[in-house]
């Protein structure tokens, strides 16, 4: 049975070398927004919340951060990244451990923002798809 955990703030400092390898997998999926390092110091800044998801023997096989957005009129809990081994097999478990703390903290929605494949995946647990978003890229690559 898989676990997953809020690891306080002061915690992420020294789990660098655990957590990294996943900090490495999701860095290209922000389309050049963030490398390990800025997605790393997001969470030793507190500006995102560090979940880990661990087996029975205590090892992190996956990582899910989260960040509280305060808009004017709507508080929304968002899951702004996932990555990991094997944590399909923990979603319900997950979303509804995030789904409390959403709740607890007075939030009005959840939100992920990711690849079109969230949207089929998280529709069965009564998500919506709300945006889509746009881009264009303006420098040349090559």
């Not at 997605?39 to 029975?56: H, M, P």
């Not at 989260?66 to 997950?94: M, R, W």
Request: aromatic share 10%; net charge negative; hydrophobic share 40%.
């Amino acid at each position: 049975l898989m676990k997953v955990c809020l690891i306080p703030p002061g915690f992420v400092a020294g789990m660098y070398h655990d957590i990294i390898p996943f900090l490495s997998r999701l860095a290209p999926t922000t389309n050049g927004r963030y490398d390990d390092v800025d997605l790393y110091n997001n969470l030793l800044l507190n500006k995102e919340s560090l979940w880990t998801v661990v087996n029975t023997d205590e090892k992190i096989i996956g990582i899910i951060l989260t960040q509280l957005h305060n808009y004017p009129q709507k508080k929304v809990f968002c899951i702004q990244y996932a990555a990991g081994d094997g944590l399909d097999s923990c979603i319900d478990e997950a979303l509804d451990i995030l789904e409390k703390t959403a709740v607890r903290h007075g939030c009005d929605s959840m939100q992920v923002m990711g690849r079109r494949g969230w949207v089929k995946k998280l529709q069965s647990y009564d998500w919506k798809e709300e945006f889509v978003i746009v881009s264009k890229d303006l420098k040349e690559h090559g």
